[in-house]
């Protein structure tokens, strides 16, 4: 295994304590929001865990005590109405996918997306804010992406759409902060998730070459770190920013990426 594709491990300690609080982690059935989950837990908060796949859920839910599953197509935002308001902190984290150029872009998954990554993030934050503002604390972290900082071509809908999630972060950084609420952005570059794995997988059968090269040639090409990004490394980050030492951080975007943006 060569050092850029080494798995790195999870450190044991440096818990920040969240006992007594609610956690709502969307995308929690696997990758970054399965790493959310389960790094809040260990922290002493209570989690919804809310996914589409409700296998990967479940077992989740199955492994990590105080984890209860609620299996929700966020891209159906009237489902939105059906989870629990009284949360005290919110990690926006589902996502997909879709590569096209844009005049070949379907319409139709392109609004998917972002009524999925934009949308259902927005709904979910008027959700829970009259909880958080009623208790005076609350905590909003939205997984956005190096993308939201940069572009890159053929991923019209993903940009856009965690482009406009920067947007509502900071606005929500400003509503809040009167009243103990705080939101931030993380952003990583690729991180080792199933999502990635089939970005991988499609770059390899389009260009007729082996994963490893995508990996290398394209998808790190941009960073200085050569590897991919552990989950657990985006939701360490996750956890700080719920802790107690980041009440004035807010509306502040946190790239774990590398390097990608340091060009």
Not at 203 to 213: C, E, L
Request: contains cysteine.
């Amino acid at each position: 295994m060569s050092t850029m594709d080494a798995v790195v491990p999870a450190p044991r300690t440096g818990l920040f304590d969240l006992t007594g609080r609610r956690a709502l982690v969307t995308g929690a059935g696997s990758g970054i929001g399965a790493a959310c989950a389960r790094r809040l837990v260990a922290a002493g908060a209570q989690v919804i865990a809310v996914d589409v796949a409700e296998t990967a859920l479940k077992q989740l839910a199955a492994e990590v005590d105080h984890v209860t599953a609620h299996v929700c197509d966020l891209a159906d935002l009237s489902s939105v109405d059906d989870l629990p308001a009284d949360i005290d902190i919110l990690v926006n984290n589902a996502g997909v996918q879709h590569v096209a150029p844009v005049h070949e872009f379907p319409p139709e998954r392109f609004s998917f997306i972002l009524r999925l990554m934009l949308e259902s993030p927005f709904l979910l934050a008027r959700r829970v804010l009259p909880h958080m503002y009623s208790g005076g604390w609350g905590r909003i972290v939205n997984i956005s992406s190096a993308h939201g900082l940069r572009a890159s071509p053929y991923k019209s809908a993903y940009v856009s759409a965690k482009h406009g999630l920067e947007g509502l972060s900071k606005v929500l950084a400003l509503e809040g902060a009167a009243h103990g609420v705080t939101s931030n952005c993380v952003n990583p570059a690729y991180v080792r998730t199933a999502l990635v794995e089939r970005q991988l997988e499609a770059q390899a059968a389009a260009h007729g070459v082996d994963v490893a090269t995508v990996l290398t040639s394209v998808l790190l090409k941009p960073v200085a770190v050569k590897r991919l990004i552990e989950p657990w490394e985006v939701a360490e980050l996750v956890a700080y920013l719920c802790g107690p030492g980041s009440a004035s951080i807010t509306g502040a975007a946190f790239p774990v990426d590398g390097g990608w943006t340091a060009h």
